[in-house]
């Protein structure tokens, strides 16, 4: 799967499956990173709010691979809602990681965490954070822009006003919990849906259906989960800490058959995240 990408409006070719690493700290990231791009990735996710960009830059300066090879993205902080801060965000994420340019930037959310999916929705301060990314994407430091858990009306909003359309919604998406009219939405609109925790946080492995399903084609419950998103025409990040693992998520070269696919859009809705359902994306709120 390494070399299949797909390509962005703007003709950037953007990796199918990368890496994600929300949740491991910055004193840990290094050698997993190490691990991933060993393996084969080149497409690594992270967000000043992981708090592991450093760690992250780290394996990848260490690593020797020629930067056009690589694919890192990361994102504006959602609190951050004024063109200033934006601007600052985006060259901390620069100087911190020690790179001239981002591949893919993101706005981490529509709202700040305290406030997500809550009344007031951030139209105005939006289309100004927008207006600074574009300005960062015409000055070269990013090379592609895009959102991450915004919702139809929030990439309306956007699109009412906007010079550059973005190229990317990151959202929660996997089998069990998949908003297909705002994948529909985006596709529509030739923005890219990239799936975060695309193996529902871990909590789907022990599916009994699931499992029957995966056994059935010879692959993982997590092989299964991530063949799915991508036969949606989703990317896929999944997080691993374990090199095996990482090895498996891009074992992915076998076909989910229609009446297969059907019978997972249908599966029923998950009903935990475990001890994580404590967090905004997964219908939590920060106290």
């Not at 020629?66 to 809602?81: D, M, N, W």
């Amino acid at each position: 799967m390494f070399n299949e990408k797909y390509k962005l409006l703007n003709g950037v070719h953007m990796p199918k499956v990368g890496l994600g690493t929300w949740l491991i700290k910055n004193d840990a990231i290094t050698p997993i990173v190490a691990d991933a791009l060993e393996v084969g990735y080149r497409h690594i996710d992270t967000a000043p709010a992981y708090m592991n960009e450093g760690g992250v830059a780290e394996a990848i300066h260490a690593s020797g691979i020629p930067r056009e090879e690589l694919f890192i993205a990361t994102k504006v902080g959602a609190e951050s809602k004024k063109y200033d801060g934006v601007v600052r965000s985006i060259d901390r994420s620069l100087k911190k990681m020690n790179l001239d340019y981002i591949d893919l930037l993101l706005i981490h959310s529509p709202q700040p965490w305290k406030e997500f999916r809550e009344e007031n929705r951030y139209f105005e301060e939006n289309k100004e954070v927008w207006r600074a990314m574009e300005d960062a994407y015409k000055e070269g430091k990013v090379k592609a822009i895009g959102l991450c858990n915004f919702l139809q009306d929030d990439i309306e909003n956007l699109l009412e006003s906007c010079e550059i359309k973005p190229m990317v919604n990151q959202i929660l998406a996997h089998i069990s919990n998949t908003p297909f009219e705002l994948i529909e939405f985006c596709q529509k609109h030739d923005i890219l849906v990239e799936a975060y925790s695309p193996i529902g946080h871990g909590e789907v492995l022990q599916h009994p259906r699931l499992q029957a399903m995966a056994e059935h084609y010879g692959v993982s419950v997590a092989q299964l989960c991530l063949r799915y998103d991508l036969q949606l025409g989703l990317s896929v990040i999944p997080k691993s800490t374990d090199r095996t693992h990482m090895e498996e998520n891009t074992a992915l070269d076998f076909e989910i058959n229609e009446a297969d696919m059907e019978a997972l859009k249908q599966v029923e809705k998950i009903e935990s995240y475990g001890k994580d359902s404590i967090y905004p994306v997964f219908g939590g709120k920060i106290k």
